[in-house]
């Protein structure tokens, strides 16, 4: 680990938090007194500090509203019982980060500033980490293009920030999903793998296509035959068949390789269950299902968490669950809660304490 960076801090003359209804917290509304801000220019970072939170200055002309150039992580802290803070494996967004940089040719952004950084943000508005179950301080790092330029290449100059948002669940009920077999999220040799926020804009239409049918979320499929599952517009996705857990594998560069997803990967095995990182067919699916061996589909993703789906609608196929009965992934969520919140033991040495 580096040095930890000396990074100036300007407090808020008066804090917010009073006007905040902890019992009713919308998701990503919310916003913490402080935010970490820094600036590369000529081939090095600088003018690292954390400061109030507000509006930024830009010129029309900044190239990241013109050419996209931008990409962001999620990430969560959580409070435990004695009401220590904690944040959720910073350093695996932190090297998920760099490879979106890398993709968008952008610099990479030193642990120093990204961790060291976001654990010192996080102590100053530490009373801003809600308590209540299913709640948590979402933390969102982001890196945007500034250079002022009109001309289709990377841009010279960037800015990093880390803003806080204590936020409630992001799906308050199971979901409902349609398989998209028309618009496409990632194709290999794509940016698929990247948290770049083109990736987002370009899902938004078929999304609200699927909404005005009355679904939630729409499930990717491959770009070439549209046979394959992907994932879902804000989580990866995993399918309990029989006594295996199958999620897409991450081999064609077309998923976002999920933190979530990761964590509950090793926790399913822990529990005993067989895991597959595999290609998964819709057909596999829809035949799984008719045999009574498709058990539990559910989402993983820092925003989403652990999400139920109700029912899955393929073409005039409609695959309807009763989540009331689910095990497997009532069991991951509680064992991920619980070692979030410190009621379980950290084993596996995910928490990163703030101190």
Same mark, same amino acid.
């Given at each position: ?15 917010? $938090?009073? @006007? ?15 935010? $970490? ?17 507000? !509006? ?35 350093? #695996? ?18 642990? @120093? ?19 209540? @179950? ?6 969102? !790092? ?21 803003? $806080? ?38 899902? &938004? ?50 998923? $976002? ?12 095995? #822990? ?5 597959? @990182?595999? !290609? ?38 409609? &695959?309807?669950?009763?989540? #009331? ?31």
């Amino acid at each position: 680990m580096m040095a930890t960076m000396d990074i100036p801090v300007t407090k808020v003359q008066k804090s917010r $938090l009073p @006007e905040v209804d902890f019992d009713n917290l919308p998701f990503g509304k919310v916003f913490t007194d402080h935010m $970490l801000e820094a600036d590369y220019e000529n081939g090095e970072w600088k003018n690292v500090q954390i400061k109030p939170y507000g !509006p930024l200055t830009f010129t029309p002309a900044m190239a990241v509203l013109h050419y996209g150039q931008a990409i962001f992580e999620g990430i969560k802290a959580y409070k435990d019982a004695a009401g220590n803070a904690y944040i959720f494996r910073p350093y #695996d967004n932190f090297k998920r980060f760099n490879v979106s940089a890398q993709r968008m040719q952008m610099p990479e952004v030193p642990e @120093e500033i990204f961790v060291d950084g976001m654990a010192k943000l996080i102590s100053l508005d530490k009373d801003w980490v809600p308590s209540k @179950e299913d709640n948590a301080l979402y933390i969102r !790092p982001f890196m945007i293009s500034t250079d002022e330029l009109i001309g289709v290449r990377p841009s010279d100059k960037y800015k990093f920030l880390i803003i $806080l948002s204590p936020s409630g669940p992001y799906y308050n009920a199971p979901m409902r999903l349609m398989v998209e077999e028309k618009y496409v999220r990632a194709a290999e040799g794509g940016a698929g793998y990247a948290k770049a926020a083109g990736n987002y804009g370009a899902a &938004m239409f078929p999304t609200a296509q699927a909404k005005m049918g009355g679904y939630d979320q729409v499930l990717w499929t491959d770009a070439t035959e549209h046979k394959y599952v992907q994932e879902c517009g804000t989580m990866n996705v995993f399918f309990i068949i029989g006594d295996t857990a199958i999620t897409p594998d991450l081999s064609q560069g077309t998923i $976002l390789a999920g933190v979530t997803r990761m964590s509950v990967i090793t926790l399913l095995k #822990d529990m005993g269950l067989k895991v597959e @990182e595999r !290609p998964l067919g819709i057909d596999e699916i829809v035949a799984a299902y008719k045999e009574g061996q498709l058990k539990e589909i559910f989402g993983t993703g820092t925003a989403a968490t652990i999400s139920y789906v109700q029912e899955l609608k393929y073409n005039d196929i409609e &695959m309807k669950f009763s989540t #009331d009965s689910w095990k497997t992934a009532a069991k991951v969520k509680e064992r991920l809660t619980d070692i979030r919140v410190a009621r379980a033991e950290d084993v596996y040495n995910w928490m990163y304490p703030v101190k």
